[in-house]
């Protein structure tokens, strides 16, 4: 099962490293220099036509991949706890 995460993009929960709030984690110098080398690295993929709440770091096979969203962190929590409850992640 994937988890949709925007636009018309859909990822697979096994590949979420981690789920971030974008307004509280780039406080933090170091975030800012990974989402910037991110970027410039052209790992990002942006999937808002408004304001960004949450990036999304995911890691698979081939590469390693941050989603920047408009959906809130705890939806996004939310939807990948229900995968996990459908027995997605074992």
């Known amino acids: 099962m994937f988890i949709h995460i925007g636009k018309d993009q859909i ?3 096994k590949e979420i490293v981690g789920v971030f709030d974008l307004e509280t984690a780039t406080v933090s ?7 910037k080398a991110a970027q410039d690295g052209m790992k990002t993929v942006s999937l808002c ?5 949450t990036f999304i770091l995911c890691d698979n096979e081939l590469t390693e991949s941050v989603y920047i969203t408009q959906l809130s962190p705890s939806v996004t929590v ?5 995968n996990k409850s459908l027995g997605v992640f074992k």
């Open 11 to 13: 990822i697979d929960p």
């Open 29 to 35: 110098k170091d975030t800012r220099r990974f989402l």
């Open 49 to 53: 036509d408004d304001l960004p709440k």
């Open 78 to 82: 939310a939807r990948t706890k229900r």
